[in-house]
């Protein structure tokens, strides 16, 4: 009669045996930079190459802001009022009328302005966290906040000793990979969606193929396919997003995407590019506070046409040129105040307003480059706040800045390149780390583990 338990042996054989999956895959993503070469090396000593990944830090490498580790205070009973701060509103003001004694305020406002993160202009939402003193009808700041982004928050936290302690704090969204793999036989996105692609994934895989080459019956049928794509969390605010797509084996048409220096863009494994970059952001993580249309303007209060897009910012933030051009005005310019004008190509303009400044040694006639700081976010001209006003002109009409196409760079070079063939190995090997993982596991059940033992 066959046993349907572990041997001794057995048992040893396959715990070893999952031990060292479970141990080489957690040691090959670390040991992967101590395997490059030596000018990759020093590439990653530079920067942080994790950002190219994760769904936290995307974009530019550079130094993001301080971040405390902001002690939790005691889970208890809290009353949670929202500010939204008006013309002529002080930080003293605010704290006065939600209640906060004097001696608290004095405190808070002397540890919130010496932050440089903290925001407290027009138009802007203050979370404050208050608690009852016991035995009395007053209450206290327990915390305030300000959302400066979708993944970070600038707070100001009551410490045990009875002082404020204030800080950035992070919300780590962690992207997770996706995995499809099929054959097409007459469409793109149907079988796509056949082999568990979600639909807006497929149409945006299938637009990213056929701008490389055009995409017919004929060229697609019987062609494998493979999509890698990155999920986060509802929470997050983040959509799914392409990490890596292929159609066919010889030759393969394949792109991957990239964030460098000048934004985010798909570039074929050589680093070479003809795909835009969807959505423009001059102004990094800032909030989108008008789009695109017709709208109630809120100064001349009717009904025009806003040719552009707002982003709320506090002032002083870094506005940045969306893409290679020469600039063609730049100065004062009625409503839209402090104003500058690029020029891309022949049918493509870019325009800025509401400036506070201009850098430092700009003039017309200056080149920049994509992703060029070119100006600081301020409330100049027919303004009702710090924002910026951000417009794309092709062959001199408005377009939506959010679906407009810009130019972009043909091909990665230098760092960037090297970063680009680097995220190419990071990619792959995690996608491998995820299914060798999720395969073991699915085939720990009791009935291979009996099976095992035959």
Do not use: C, W
């Not at 036989?185 to 299938?206: I, R, T």
């Not at 002083?316 to 100065?331: E, H, K, L, M, Q």
Request: avoid cysteine; glycine fraction near 8%; charge should be positive.
């Amino acid at each position: 009669m066959k046993s349907y338990f572990l041997t001794k042996q057995k048992k040893d054989y396959l715990f070893f045996t999952v031990a060292l999956l479970l141990f080489t895959s957690l040691l090959a993503l670390p040991n992967l930079a101590n395997a490059s070469a030596t000018s990759t090396a020093s590439i990653t000593k530079r920067y942080d190459l994790s950002y190219l990944l994760n769904g936290l830090e995307q974009g530019n490498p550079k130094k993001p802001l301080p971040t405390e580790q902001l002690p939790d205070f005691a889970n208890e009973q809290l009353i949670t009022k929202k500010v939204t701060v008006k013309r002529g509103d002080t930080l003293y003001g605010v704290l006065k009328k939600a209640g906060v004694p004097l001696k608290q305020q004095r405190q808070i406002v002397a540890t919130t302005l010496k932050q440089k993160a903290f925001r407290f202009d027009v138009g802007e939402t203050i979370t404050l966290s208050l608690r009852k003193i016991p035995k009395t009808k007053r209450k206290e700041l327990v915390q305030l906040s300000v959302q400066l982004n979708k993944t970070k928050r600038f707070a100001v936290r009551l410490q045990p000793n009875g002082t404020y302690k204030a800080g950035v704090e992070r919300t780590q969204y962690k992207g997770k990979l996706q995995y499809v793999v099929g054959v097409i036989k007459n469409s793109f996105v149907k079988d796509a969606q056949h082999f568990g692609l979600p639909a807006s994934l497929a149409k945006q895989a299938e637009k990213l193929l056929a701008k490389r080459k055009k995409l017919t019956r004929k060229t697609i049928a019987n062609k494998d396919f493979e999509v890698i794509y990155e999920v986060y969390p509802k929470a997050s605010g983040i959509a799914p997003r392409i990490q890596y797509v292929r159609l066919g084996k010889t030759p393969a048409l394949q792109l991957y995407y990239f964030e460098g220096e000048s934004g985010g863009s798909y570039y074929d494994a050589n680093g070479n590019t003809t795909v835009s970059k969807g959505k423009i952001e001059p102004v990094k993580n800032a909030r989108l506070s008008s789009k695109f249309g017709y709208r109630r303007h809120p100064v001349l209060k009717r009904r025009l046409m806003h040719k552009g897009v707002d982003y709320a910012a506090r002032r002083g933030t870094p506005i940045y040129a969306v893409a290679d051009g020469t600039i063609d005005f730049i100065g004062r310019k009625g409503g839209f105040g402090n104003h500058i004008s690029l020029r891309h190509d022949k049918s493509t303009q870019t325009t800025y307003s509401h400036m506070r400044k201009f850098k430092k040694g700009l003039k017309r006639g200056s080149k920049v480059k994509a992703g060029d700081i070119i100006g600081y976010v301020g409330n100049t001209g027919r303004s009702t706040g710090p924002h910026l006003h951000f417009e794309v002109r092709k062959n001199g009409k408005a377009v939506n800045p959010l679906t407009a196409q810009l130019p972009r760079p043909s091909k990665l070079e230098g760092v960037e390149l090297a970063q680009f063939k680097l995220s190419q190995v990071r990619l792959f090997l995690q996608v491998a780390q995820q299914r060798v993982m999720t395969e073991t596991l699915a085939s720990l059940t009791p009935e291979a583990l009996a099976k095992a033992a035959l």
